[in-house]
């Protein structure tokens, strides 16, 4: 079973508008925490934001907002505002505190902004 | 900038090959790891590090090993490569804050 679902290959939206990008992710550890990584068409890989599943606020870093469900197991990023710079593909990843220190990753989703 | 080198960015090699790729870091942290991206399915893990000569494998180790003789060097070894290995790899540490992860810039490798 895939630990971490992000369900939509592809996103479109025009700038300025908000876009909300799924994650669910699933574990029976406790203590965890869910992270979201930008790769632009250059492909570095960017850490964009962090939630600790003890986190009783939802993460936010600028214009990124993590939209944390703990019940339903979503982790969904939401970007305000988007900017034509926000094209590029979006992974949402794991980290399970009892399973060690490596990030599990989903497969990703490419978000298109356009004018 | 995290100080994460790879090497070598891009290399096209032949099959039963032998291939290394190298991991600088100049942050002197414990944790280092070797990913491989493909298209549909994101980066997957192949080994990691917790510290000299300490690794372990990953959920993709067949066919890789690594070696980890310094804190600032890990390397991955395609002992006999194949064309199945054709992927882009992510060199990758471990920050302190929240235990994100921190990439080098990628390994470009074609196996013909």
């Known amino acids: 079973a895939q630990k971490i679902t992000q369900t939509q290959p592809g996103m479109f939206v025009q700038e300025k508008e908000a876009v909300t990008l799924d994650c669910t992710y699933d574990t029976s550890d406790p203590s965890y925490g869910l992270f979201w990584y930008k790769q632009p068409s250059s492909g570095e890989m960017i850490f964009l934001i962090y939630q600790g599943s003890y986190d009783q606020q939802n993460a936010t870093e600028g214009r990124y907002s993590l939209n944390f469900q703990k019940a339903r197991k979503s982790a969904n990023l939401v970007i305000s505002a988007s900017q034509l710079g926000d094209s590029a593909m979006y992974f949402c990843?794991?980290?399970?505190?009892?399973?060690?220190?490596?990030?599990?990753f989903g497969k990703g989703t490419t978000l298109s902004v356009s004018s | 900038d995290a100080g994460i080198t790879q090497s070598p960015r891009h290399k096209v090699t032949e099959t039963g090959t032998p291939v290394t790729l190298r991991c600088h870091q100049t942050?002197?942290?414990?944790?280092m790891y070797w990913y491989r991206q493909d298209p549909g399915h994101g980066l997957r893990l192949i080994h990691y590090?917790?510290?000299?000569?300490?690794?372990d494998k990953g959920e993709v180790s067949d066919g890789y090993s690594v070696s980890r003789s310094k804190t600032e060097d890990f390397l991955l070894t395609l002992e006999s490569a194949t064309s199945s290995q054709t992927s882009v790899y992510f060199c990758?540490?471990?920050?302190?804050?929240?235990?994100?992860?921190?990439f080098g810039e990628g390994s470009r490798l074609t196996v013909l």
């Open positions: 590090s917790y510290g000299v000569k300490d690794t």
């Open positions: 990843a794991m980290r399970e505190m009892q399973a060690g220190t490596a990030l599990i």
């Open positions: 942050e002197n942290h414990r944790y």
């Open positions: 990758a540490i471990r920050g302190l804050a929240d235990g994100e992860l921190f």
